[in-house]
């Protein structure tokens, strides 16, 4: 080891012959010929990082028509805390198990914020409450997403004696 250090700073400095440059100064193309370097991911800024995290989680959350008709009820009662039992009342035929997870999935794709309140076990029937709202990421999103779906469909062909769209030849 002290050897391969010796001759590393004699090539540094120019005094060492060619042919004795040891294996850690020699570069990968010297060193292995027959491979090719490898191109490297450009990094990403924190806000892409996030970005690139979340677009997978809102996109599920949205593909799903209850998930839309919870966030639709939350952006008509914005800035309003909804218990949880208004919103099952909301959505009828659907179970408390399935509405929280259906509300888990907004939590986790930062759409929807939720709130736990807890009662007095001696007076509540419930021994804790939930509240949900629609987070401003959720409402800026949607927002957003509104007006530029509204500025694109003008850019669809529709037919004008049927009144639908049709796709254009």
């Not at 952006?75 to 929280?100: D, H, M």
């Not at 999935?105 to 709130?115: D, G, N, P, T």
């Not at 736990?116 to 959720?138: C, D, H, M, Q, W």
Request: proline share 6%; charged share 25%.
């Amino acid at each position: 080891m002290k050897k391969a250090l010796v001759l590393s700073l004699l090539a540094l400095c120019g005094l060492a012959p060619a042919d004795t440059t040891p294996t850690l100064l020699r570069s990968r193309e010297e060193t292995y010929p027959d491979t090719k370097k490898r191109s490297r991911k450009p990094k990403l800024t924190t806000s892409q990082k996030r970005a690139v995290y979340i677009y997978p989680k809102v996109i599920k959350a949205l593909n799903n028509a209850t998930r839309r008709e919870i966030l639709a009820f939350l952006l008509e009662n914005s800035g309003k805390q909804v218990p949880f039992t208004r919103l099952k009342q909301q959505i009828p035929g659907l179970k408390n198990a399935s509405l929280s997870r259906h509300l888990n999935i907004l939590q986790r794709a930062w759409l929807v914020e939720r709130r736990v309140e807890f009662g007095s076990p001696r007076t509540a029937e419930n021994l804790y409450y939930s509240f949900y709202t629609i987070s401003k990421f959720g409402e800026q999103l949607l927002s957003t997403f509104g007006q530029a779906l509204t500025k694109s469909t003008k850019l669809i062909p529709c037919s004008k004696d049927k009144g639908h769209i049709s796709p254009s030849s």
